[in-house]
C-alpha cells in the first residue's frame, strides 16, 4: 500500500470533515416539518429572510437592475480602466453586446413595473409584476445559499459520497459518484439552488460539460412544498402520495432515457477548460472503498476555505447573482409571460401535443396541450391552465408533468444559459421537449397502474 492510500487522520482531522458536511446536508437536504408542510431549513432561512426584506425588496431589486444595466453599458461603451481592471467589478459588468440588450429591457421593464406606468401587457402582475414577485424570492433564496453552500462543496462530503456511490450513479444515470449529494440537494431543495450548485462544480472542474447539463436540466426539480401547493390548485391533493411517487420515478426513468440520447450525449465529455479536471473517484489496490472515501473527503476538508474566505465567495456568488441574473430573468421571464398571456402562440404550438394526449388516451386533449409547453414559461402556468379541466386525471397527468418538465425560462432555463455551461437557448429549448415526449407516456403508464381516474 502506498503512503497516500495508507495516511492516517487524527479525530481533529475527521471532524474538520464532519461537522461542516453534517451540518450542510441538514441545512439543504433535511426535511422538517413546517408551518403545516415539510420543507428544508434552506428553505426556512429563506422564507424568512424573503419576509423581512419583503417592504424594502421591489425598490432594492429595482436598484440592482437599473445598476447593472446603467454599469454594463458604461463599460461597453467607454470602457472605463476602474471597471476593466477590477476582478470584481469587470465580471458584474462586462457583457456581450446581446446581454447588454437584455439587462437594458430588464431595468426599462422593472422601473415601468416598480413605478406602475407603463402598457397593462408589460405590468400587469400576470407578467412584469409576477416578475418582480419572483425575484423577491429568488433573491432570498440565493443570499441564504451563496454562503451556506461552501458546506456541501468545500468540506468533503461530495468527495465522499461520491466515491461509495460511484458504482451506482455511473450505470444509471451516466454521472460521477459525488453528484450524488447534488442531485439530492437539487431534487429537495429549491431548483434554483440547485444549478448554482451544478454549475459552480462544472466551474471547479468537477463535471464535464454533459455532466452538469444533464444534473441542472433534468435534476432541478422543485420542493416538496411546491408539489403540495400545484396539486392543491389542481385539486388532486387528495392524492398526493400517488402524485409524489410517480413524480419521483417519471423522473429517474426520463433521466436514465435521456442521458443516452441526444440532446445530452452530443455535449462534450470536457472539463471546464480554466480548471481542468479536479475529480478522481477511482479506488486504488489495498484501500477499501470507505478508506479511500474518508481520505478523499478530510483530504478536501483540509484545503477547505477559511471563514473569510466562505464569505468573499458568499458576496461574489451573491453579486454575480444580482447583477448579472436578475435583470436577464426580469427580462427573459416578461418576454415570456406576455407571449403565454397576451397571444395565442401557445396555443398554436401546442396543437402537436393535443394529438399526442389523445393517442395516450387522456380526456379534453386539446384543452390540455397548451399546459405541455407553457411550463417552458414558468412552472406556475401549466397549474394555471390545467385547474380548467373537468377530468380529474388529465389533471393529474399534467400537474405531475409540470413538476417534471422544470427547465422554465422566468428561472431556471435562463440560469442554465446565462452560465459558462456550453448550453444555448435552442439547448434548454430541445432538453424540455424531449423530456415533457418522454415523460408523458411514462406518466400515463403509471397513473393508469395506479388506477387514477
Same mark, same amino acid.
Given at each position: ?177 459525488? #453528484? ?221 408533468? #409540470? ?51
Amino acid at each position: 500500500m502506498d503512503n497516500k492510500s495508507a495516511k492516517k487522520f487524527d479525530s481533529k482531522d475527521i471532524l474538520k470533515f464532519v461537522l461542516p458536511s453534517a451540518l450542510g446536508v441538514f441545512i439543504f437536504l433535511f426535511p422538517l416539518p413546517w408551518k403545516g408542510s415539510i420543507n428544508i431549513p434552506i428553505g426556512i432561512i429563506s422564507e424568512w429572510l424573503a419576509s423581512f426584506i419583503k417592504p424594502f425588496a421591489p425598490a432594492m431589486i429595482t436598484l440592482f437592475i437599473l445598476t447593472s444595466a446603467v454599469l454594463t453599458a458604461i463599460t461597453t461603451l467607454f470602457k472605463p480602466k476602474a471597471i476593466l481592471d477590477n476582478k470584481l467589478l469587470s465580471k458584474l459588468f462586462i457583457s456581450s453586446p446581446f446581454y447588454l440588450v437584455f439587462k437594458i429591457i430588464g431595468a426599462v421593464v422593472v422601473v415601468m413595473v416598480y413605478t406602475q406606468t407603463g402598457p397593462e401587457y408589460i405590468i400587469s402582475g400576470d407578467t412584469g409584476g409576477t416578475m418582480l414577485s419572483l425575484l423577491k424570492t429568488l433573491v432570498a433564496w440565493f443570499f441564504a445559499a451563496s454562503f451556506l453552500i461552501p458546506l456541501l462543496m468545500d468540506f468533503g462530503i461530495m468527495d465522499f459520497t461520491g466515491t461509495l456511490v460511484r458504482n451506482f450513479t455511473q450505470p444509471l444515470f451516466r454521472l460521477p459518484g459525488r #453528484s450524488s449529494i447534488d442531485l439530492l440537494a437539487s431534487w429537495v431543495g429549491n431548483c434554483n439552488v440547485g444549478v448554482v450548485l451544478t454549475t459552480t462544480q462544472y466551474e471547479q472542474g468537477y463535471y464535464t460539460a454533459r455532466e452538469a447539463i444533464t444534473i441542472a436540466s433534468c435534476f432541478s426539480a422543485v420542493s416538496l412544498p411546491f408539489c403540495l401547493v400545484i396539486a392543491a390548485m389542481l385539486k388532486v391533493d387528495h392524492l398526493f402520495i400517488p402524485f409524489y411517487a410517480i413524480l419521483s420515478i417519471t423522473g429517474v426513468l426520463s433521466v436514465v432515457i435521456m442521458t443516452r440520447i441526444p440532446p445530452l450525449t452530443k455535449y462534450p465529455d470536457e472539463y471546464y477548460a480554466p480548471a481542468g479536471k479536479q475529480v478522481n473517484e477511482v479506488v486504488p489496490e489495498g484501500i477499501t472503498k470507505f478508506q479511500r472515501a474518508l481520505q478523499l473527503g478530510v483530504e478536501r476538508a483540509e484545503n477547505a476555505p477559511t471563514f473569510s474566505q466562505v464569505l468573499y465567495k458568499g458576496v461574489d456568488m451573491f453579486l454575480g447573482i444580482v447583477f448579472q441574473l436578475t435583470p436577464l430573468v426580469m427580462s427573459f421571464g416578461t418576454i415570456a409571460c406576455i407571449l403565454a398571456t397576451y397571444t395565442p402562440i401557445f396555443d398554436w404550438l401546442s396543437v402537436p401535443f393535443g394529438y399526442y394526449l389523445q393517442l395516450l388516451g387522456l380526456e379534453e386533449a386539446f384543452a390540455a396541450a397548451p399546459a405541455t409547453i407553457v411550463g417552458f414559461v414558468d412552472m406556475f402556468l401549466p397549474a394555471v391552465l390545467a385547474a380548467k379541466i373537468v377530468s380529474l386525471k388529465t389533471r393529474f397527468v399534467i400537474g405531475v408533468l #409540470s413538476l417534471v418538465q422544470i427547465i422554465y425560462m422566468t428561472e431556471v432555463g435562463t440560469l442554465i444559459i446565462t452560465s459558462k455551461m456550453p448550453v444555448d437557448f435552442k439547448g434548454v429549448l430541445a432538453l424540455f421537449l424531449e423530456k415533457t415526449i418522454i415523460a408523458l407516456p411514462i406518466i400515463v403508464i403509471l397513473t393508469n397502474l395506479f388506477q387514477i381516474s
